[in-house]
């Protein structure tokens, strides 16, 4: 999902995202964005700016989705705020804009990819 006030920049992100890929679901705000995330469980990344009209900004949201959503991973992107020690978890991701698209989808499928352990060598049995 991508939460971002500024219509052209919304577009263009779900555009790239869309090329590599990806389905995305889109949100004006962190209000939206969180309707868009109790409707829908399929949501796997959020990427997010950080000011924004609404109850909470790109990161009160990220450490909203990062809370009740453990499972769903979030990028916040932002050209003027950058975070405080407090403002993001480690686990979040933090990139300036203007950033390149194709950081974001690496990120977003670095992020997605599930770890394989390798299991131990068989051991035989008689």
């Known amino acids: ?8 920049v919304r ?5 790239f995202l869309e090329d590599a890929g990806f389905k995305v679901f889109e949100a004006a705000n962190a209000d939206e964005a969180l309707t868009v995330l109790q409707a829908r469980p399929d949501v796997q990344a959020v990427v997010t700016d950080v000011e924004m009209p609404g109850s909470m900004n790109g990161f009160e949201l990220a450490r909203a989705v990062h809370e009740q ?9 932002s050209g003027r705020k950058h975070p405080g020690l407090e403002e993001l978890p480690d686990a979040i991701p933090f990139l300036a804009k203007p950033y390149m698209p ?13 770890q394989v352990v390798e299991a131990p060598a068989s051991v035989g049995f008689a």
């Open 69 to 77: 959503w453990p499972g769903v991973q979030v990028i916040v992107t």
């Open 11 to 15: 577009i263009f992100a779900a555009d």
């Open 102 to 114: 194709g950081t974001v989808v690496h990120l977003i499928r670095q992020m997605a990819t599930p």
């Open 1 to 8: 999902m991508v939460v971002e006030d500024q219509i052209l």
